[in-house]
């Protein structure tokens, strides 16, 4: 028998598609963690609104409640 051949194609092409694959994989992670994050963030916003404050007035609460609490 003599020494085996390395088919270079086959393995360039596999570790060709591995690498490629992981991108995939991890651009597909992303957007469906945006998807998720804008998702709860929406569910958050409309809780806080549920509350009667909004994103601004609880913003001018805790700026007044922090310049208060600084001069003190």
């Not at 003599?2 to 393995?11: K, S, V």
């Not at 092409?13 to 945006?34: C, D, E, K, N, Y």
């Amino acid at each position: 028998m003599g020494p085996e051949t390395i088919d270079w194609n086959y393995a360039i092409s596999t570790l060709l598609i591995r690498f490629v694959g992981i991108f995939v994989v991890l651009g597909i992670l992303q957007v469906v963690m945006q998807i998720t994050g804008r998702v709860f963030a929406y569910l958050d916003a409309k809780k806080d609104m549920e509350k009667g404050l909004t994103q601004e007035e609880a913003a001018a609460v805790a700026m007044a409640l922090y310049l208060y609490d600084k001069r003190s």
